[in-house]
């Protein structure tokens, strides 16, 4: 997925998260780009993944987003499914 998003590099950052336990994974991340609208659809190079995952966008005031900010940018801590960080990933 990051190889066909090159060209957003200078415009968007994110922490990717892989969290497993007992062979069962889930992928989430939280993306920070610049505007207030997904960028995705700009692009149909960008398209191929985006409609996998489901996108909420973070209201920076609440506590709950900054707890999860936190999360997956010092790589810790579980989904919402219980499941432990295993691995991370930055695009920047």
């Given at each position: 997925m990051f190889?066909?998003?090159?060209?957003?590099?200078?415009?968007?950052?994110?922490?990717?998260?892989?969290?497993?336990?007992?062979?069962?994974?889930?992928?989430?991340?939280?993306?920070?780009?610049?505007?207030?609208?997904?960028?995705?659809?700009?692009?149909?190079d960008w398209q191929i993944d985006y409609e996998s995952y489901d996108w909420k966008k973070l209201d920076p005031a609440n506590e709950e987003t900054k707890k999860l900010v936190q999360q997956y940018f010092s790589w810790t801590g579980t989904d919402k499914q219980g499941r432990k960080f295993n691995q991370g990933k930055i695009f920047k």
């Open positions: 190889h066909r998003l090159d060209k957003m590099r200078k415009q968007a950052f994110s922490s990717m998260c892989l969290f497993r336990t007992d062979g069962h994974s889930t992928i989430s991340g939280v993306w920070v780009w610049r505007g207030h609208e997904l960028a995705f659809p700009l692009s149909p």
